[in-house]
C-alpha cells in the first residue's frame, strides 16, 4: 500500500490519472479535487454540490460533469473556467456518466437520452443527438475509431459519428430493454466489453470491426456475471 487517504465524498466514478504525477476525482455532490500521487497531499479543491459522475481532459482544461450543466475547469489552478449549460426550456438533464473526448470535441451523454458535444477549446456546441427518452444515458461515453460509442438504459449502444453526432450505427444488448447498460463501455481494438443491469447481469463482448452501416455487430460472447 502506498497511500490512503479519506476521499471526504462518495466517488461514482475512477480518478483520473494524467502525467504520472497527478490524480483527478469528483466527489459526488460535494467537490473535485486534484492531489498529488506522490505521499497524496492536496494541491486543490474546487467545491461545487452539482458535481457528479467522471472527469475529462484537454490539454490544461478539465469537464466535469454537473446537474444540468458541464463545468470547465483549469487544470492547474482548480478554477472555474466557463459553465457550459445543458437545461433545456422544460427539464433540468442529469448527468452522471463522465465525459470522453474525441475529434477534439467533449462528449457527454444525458438522463434525457441527448449526447452533447462542445468543442474543446472553444466550448462552443458542436453538435447535439437526441437518442430519444427511452435512452437515457448514466454511463461514460467512450471513443472508437472516428465513433462515439453510447449505451443507454434501454440497453441499445449507438455508435455516432464524432465529427456530426450522426447515427452510424445501432443495436440492442443481450436481454434488452430489460438489460440496461451502466456500466461504461471499455473499447479494445475493435471489440467492446460492457455489463448489463443486476436485472440480466450479463458481462459482453462485441466485434464492432468492418460492421455494415445500421446492420447489428456479431456478438463474441454474452455470459451471466
Known amino acids: 500500500l502506498l497511500w490512503d487517504e479519506d476521499s471526504n465524498g462518495a466517488s461514482t466514478w475512477p480518478p483520473l490519472v494524467l502525467n504520472n504525477d497527478t490524480i483527478y476525482t469528483v466527489h459526488a455532490?460535494?467537490?473535485v479535487t486534484s492531489r498529488s500521487l506522490f505521499g497524496s497531499f492536496l494541491i486543490w479543491q474546487?467545491?461545487?454540490?452539482t458535481?457528479?459522475?467522471g472527469v475529462?481532459?484537454?490539454g490544461n482544461t478539465l469537464f466535469v460533469p454537473a446537474v444540468g450543466a458541464l463545468l470547465v475547469l483549469d487544470r492547474t489552478t482548480g478554477a472555474l473556467i466557463t459553465t457550459i449549460e445543458l437545461n433545456t426550456p422544460t427539464e433540468v438533464p442529469a448527468i452522471n456518466g463522465a465525459p470522453t473526448i474525441v475529434g477534439g470535441n467533449v462528449v457527454i451523454g444525458s438522463s434525457t437520452g441527448e449526447v452533447y458535444a462542445f468543442d474543446a477549446t472553444t466550448f462552443t456546441p458542436a453538435w447535439t443527438r437526441s437518442l430519444g427518452a427511452a435512452h437515457g444515458v448514466s454511463s461514460p461515453v467512450s471513443a472508437w475509431s472516428t465513433n462515439v460509442v453510447v449505451g443507454t438504459a434501454a440497453g441499445s449502444i449507438f455508435l455516432l459519428d464524432a465529427a456530426d453526432g450522426s447515427i452510424v450505427n445501432?443495436?440492442?444488448a443481450p436481454g434488452a430493454p430489460t438489460a440496461r447498460i451502466v456500466s461504461g463501455i471499455t473499447v479494445d481494438g475493435n471489440v467492446a466489453y460492457f455489463t448489463t443491469n443486476a436485472a440480466t447481469?450479463?458481462?459482453?463482448?462485441?466485434?464492432m470491426h468492418q460492421v455494415p452501416p445500421l446492420q447489428r455487430p456479431s456478438v463474441i460472447s454474452a455470459q451471466s456475471a
Open 51 to 53: 458535481v457528479r459522475g
Open 29 to 31: 455532490g460535494q467537490s
Open 56 to 58: 475529462a481532459a484537454f
Open 170 to 172: 445501432s443495436f440492442a
Open 46 to 49: 474546487y467545491t461545487n454540490n
Open 201 to 207: 447481469q450479463n458481462l459482453v463482448a462485441l466485434n
